[in-house]
């Protein structure tokens, strides 16, 4: 189970401004309006994780609670209660509250068992599956029709079935993969994975879009990218394979180094979708 401030993606010492931030970006993820399109299981997954950050946001927020629960983390044990919502004091340049979770759908103590134990074990499918779906849509957006193979070790593969112009540029094949954190093991891997795919067609590049909420350092994720570039390929490789790093929060793209035009308009595509959004 992660910890309040894990769900938050805060640190220990994260000061009262950080965690409303915080909270309202990762609250704005599981809004009903962004998963009405995914079912009713996953909409329920949504509201369990949307209720979890709210108690995480009620308790970090309250002193009294606060200091309650960080002393339970340094023994060892997380609280078993739910935290009833601070007490406000009525100001009049007070903030505006967060918005209110619904009583009905929130979690039970921790440590309980049961269905509401494997809803959040299994709740970050609602997040990989919001991502696939957004893809899906910049890709067919951009190559029009576009066919969905299975291709072992990705979330989605995507291959488009124009073929190219006279003289123009070949259309990415397009793997979705996400991952808890991006880092050189994690673009090695995605990027044996998509050599030996067998997705491309000519000279069309295969791209790797790896999310992840936990980013290495720039240096190392250019270390991987260039060693891979170096590596010695097979005669049925594909010409270009570009594992770009995507950020679940604000969907900035990592491109590696010297990548083709065809690589950077699909990555210009991806971080234009979460500014419109």
């Known amino acids: 189970m992660k910890s309040h401030y894990e769900l938050l993606s805060l640190t220990p010492a994260a000061d009262a401004d950080a965690i409303k931030k915080a909270f309202r970006r990762e609250i ?97 499918l609602i997040l990989k599956r919001a991502i696939v779906g957004r893809v899906l849509g910049i890709v067919e957006a951009l190559y029009g029709k576009i066919e969905t193979p299975t291709v072992s070790g990705f979330d989605l593969a995507m291959v488009p079935i124009a073929k190219p112009r006279f003289l123009g540029a070949y259309s990415p094949r397009v793997l979705v993969k996400v991952v808890a954190t991006a880092d050189a093991a994690a673009i090695t891997e995605a990027y044996g994975a998509a050599s030996r795919a067998r997705l491309h067609a000519g000279k069309s590049p295969v791209v790797v ?23 010695r390929k097979a005669a049925d ?41």
């Open 28 to 124: 704005a993820r599981y809004h009903p309006d962004k998963v009405v399109h995914l079912g009713a299981e996953f909409q329920d997954m949504a509201a369990t994780r949307a209720a979890e950050l709210t108690i995480a946001y009620k308790t970090l927020s309250d002193a009294a609670l606060r200091e309650e629960y960080d002393a339970s983390i340094a023994a060892g044990t997380l609280p078993t209660h739910v935290p009833q919502a601070p007490r406000p004091e009525a100001r009049d340049d007070q903030e505006p509250a967060p918005p209110p979770v619904e009583p009905e759908i929130l979690p039970p103590p921790l440590g309980t068992s049961g269905r509401f134990a494997s809803e959040r074990a299994d709740r970050d």
């Open 209 to 231: 879009l790896l999310f992840a909420r936990t980013i290495a350092p720039q240096t190392e994720l250019s270390r991987a990218n260039e060693a891979n570039a170096r590596g």
């Open 237 to 277: 490789s594909p010409e270009e394979v570009a594992v770009v790093v995507v950020d679940n929060a604000d969907w900035s793209c990592r491109p590696p180094r010297d990548c083709s035009i065809a690589v950077h308009k699909l990555t210009d595509e991806i971080c234009l979708s979460r500014r419109s959004s």
